[in-house]
């Protein structure tokens, strides 16, 4: 492992050998409400490493370029150095979270279409809620680079949201990063409980990060079970 080249809330990312290739170290931290809210989820990095690397190889048979390369170990992936845009790409299917407050809908009610929203990646500001115009005149991104992002996060949200209803999965919102590498456009960060939305579509249970946002308990399970039905490895 090289040197460390920067920690999140929860990642850290390492130098490799290789200067195209970084290191992706998943940590059991836990943050909420932009940091307001921490804790420690236990084995959740090991989970979210594992859940992450089995949707971008599903993702990969559908066409979509992104970071990962393998996995390294329980915790780490190997993945493209990215230079990331500063900007969130938030998929919405069903009314939950800051939605829900922002536009008066009750939670779980079902949006008619797809919703996309931006956000500025600035914890210092709190990633605010941003449109193609801040963003094209903070100059974060050109015009390609954002149509190419909302087009690529819808069509992300069709086929997750279609594989996801095989495993008894809603996919309610995720949230989705994105990254030059070489010039190129590639899907980067991770698709995990942590960053994702996941109710059973049979009993409406939250099986993410809002057990642990809301203290609804039981998170690590979740995260299992999340796991469990993407792939079928049961985790003691």
């Known amino acids: 492992m090289g040197n460390m080249l920067y920690e999140g809330k929860a990642k850290k990312v390492f130098a490799t050998d290789n200067p195209d290739e970084f290191l992706v170290y998943f940590k059991d931290d836990a943050t909420a409400f932009n940091g307001v809210k921490k804790g420690t989820i236990l084995n959740k990095g090991v989970l979210n490493n594992k859940i992450s690397a089995f949707f971008f190889n599903l993702l990969a048979e559908h066409g979509i370029p992104h970071h ?59 990633d605010p809620l941003i449109n193609e115009y801040h963003a094209k005149a903070m100059g974060l991104a050109t015009d390609e680079q954002l149509k190419a992002i909302q087009e ?16 008894k999965l809603e996919l309610i919102d995720f949230k989705l990063e994105f990254g030059l590498h070489n010039g190129e456009l590639l899907l980067g960060d991770e698709i995990s409980p942590d960053t994702c939305r996941f109710w059973d579509s049979e009993t409406g249970q939250k099986l993410d990060k809002d057990r642990f946002r809301r203290d609804l308990g039981d998170v690590e399970e979740a995260y299992k079970e999340v796991l469990f039905r993407l792939t079928g490895e049961k985790m003691e």
């Not at 170990?73 to 845009?85: A, G, H, P, W, Y």
């Not at 919405?92 to 919703?115: D, F, H, M, Y």
């Not at 819808?154 to 209803?165: D, Q, R, T, V």
């Open 68 to 126: 990962f390369v393998r996995l390294v170990s329980d915790r780490e992936m190997l993945v493209k150095k990215l230079d990331i845009l500063a900007i969130e790409v938030v998929m919405r299917n069903i009314t939950a979270g800051s939605l829900a407050k922002r536009i008066g809908w009750e939670e779980g009610k079902k949006l008619p279409v797809p919703v996309v929203e931006l956000y500025y990646k600035n914890d210092d500001l709190g």
């Open 152 to 167: 690529y996060g819808l069509k992300i949200n069709a086929i997750l949201s279609e594989y996801l209803k095989g495993k």
